[in-house]
C-alpha cells in the first residue's frame, strides 16, 4: 500500500485546480506520510509557470479553486505592478524568537510610552474591557507591543508579503531551499524542507485567501492595505483571517478599520474573550491564552511584565 507525502498532495490538488476541477485544497486532512518504500524526492516534481500570472501560478491555482476571480487576480498578480514576479522566496526551517527581541520592552522609557498609551485611551480601554470581560491592562499590552498603540503599524503590501510566505510550498520554490539548506548542513532532509514548507503554505493561504474574500466584500483594499513583513495589519498586528473572525466595530460607524483605536480596542478585547480570558485564570491559563495570539514565550513574558504579573 502506497502513501504519499504531503508536497505530493499539492501538486496533485493544483493539477486538478488548473484543469478545473473543484476538489478542495485543504491539506491539513490529508495523508501526511510519505512512500512506504523509498523516499520522496522533489527533484520528481516540478510547476509550470506562465507570464499570465507573472509566475505565480502555483498560489493563483488555489485563489481560482476558492472561487477569486481571474479578473482580480490578474490586476494583482499579471501587471506587475501590484505584486512583482514570482521570484525565489527563501525560509528558515526552525525560526525562534529570543527574549532578547523583547529586551528593550522593559526599559523605564518603553514603560512610560505604555502608561501614556493607557492613559490617552483609557475610556475605550475600559469600555471595550467591561464588554468582553477582559482586562483593560491586557489590552493595552497587546496593543503597545503589537504597534506601540498604532505608531507602528508596518509599511509592506501585505498582499506581496502573504503571497510570498504561500509560495514557500511551491514544488519549485522548496527545490531551491533544500538546496541552500544542504550547502549549510548536510545532514539537512528533504522531509524537512517539505514539512516547513507545507506548515507555512497551511497556515497562511488561508489568510491570503481570506485578504481576497474581504477585498470583493469591501472591506479591506488589498492594492492599499500595509503591514509587517508577516502580513499582519493594523494596531492588532491581525492577519486577515483573525480580521475576518474577530473584527468588531468598536466606534459604531458601521465598519471596522483597525488602524483606528476603538475598532483595534475592541476586536482585540474580543479576540481574547472568544478565546476563553477571563481575569480569574491563573498566570498558567493566561499564558496559554495569550499564546492563542503569538505562539512565542518572550512575547507572553512580555505582556504579563506590563501587566504587573510577572
Sequence with gaps: MKFFSRIYIVLLVVFLAVIGCTRSHRLADEAVTTQAQGRFDIEQHSFHYSDEY?????????????????????????????????????FKLRPQETHGMYAGF????????????????????????????????????????????????GNN?????????????????LKKNLAQFQRDDASVKERDA???????????????????????????????LKGSIAGAFGWTQFLPKTYQDFGFDGN???????????????????FFHDHGWSNSLSRKEKRHVIWQYNRSDPYIETVLFYMGEV
Design 157 to 173: 503590501l501585505v498582499v506581496n508579503r502573504l503571497s510570498r510566505i504561500v509560495a514557500t510550498g511551491d514544488p519549485n520554490n
Design 54 to 90: 507573472g509566475g505565480w501560478d502555483f498560489v493563483v491555482s488555489y485563489l481560482i479553486n476558492d472561487g477569486i476571480p481571474k479578473k482580480l487576480l490578474h490586476k494583482v498578480y499579471g501587471s506587475g505592478q501590484v505584486v512583482p514576479p514570482f521570484d525565489f522566496v527563501p
Design 194 to 224: 517539505v514539512e516547513r514548507g507545507q506548515y507555512l503554505f497551511d497556515t497562511f493561504y488561508p489568510q491570503l485567501l481570506a485578504l481576497f474574500q474581504e477585498h470583493l466584500k469591501g472591506h479591506l483594499n488589498l492594492f492599499e
Design 106 to 153: 522593559r526599559t523605564a522609557a518603553m514603560r512610560a510610552q505604555y502608561e501614556a498609551c493607557y492613559t490617552q485611551y483609557q475610556p475605550i480601554f475600559n469600555a471595550a474591557a467591561r464588554r468582553f470581560e477582559v482586562s483593560p491592562r491586557l489590552l493595552t499590552a497587546i496593543l503597545f507591543i503589537e504597534s506601540r498603540c498604532g505608531k507602528l503599524t
Design 252 to 270: 459604531g460607524n458601521g465598519s471596522i478599520t483597525l488602524h483606528e483605536a476603538a475598532d483595534a480596542i475592541y476586536s482585540t478585547a474580543r
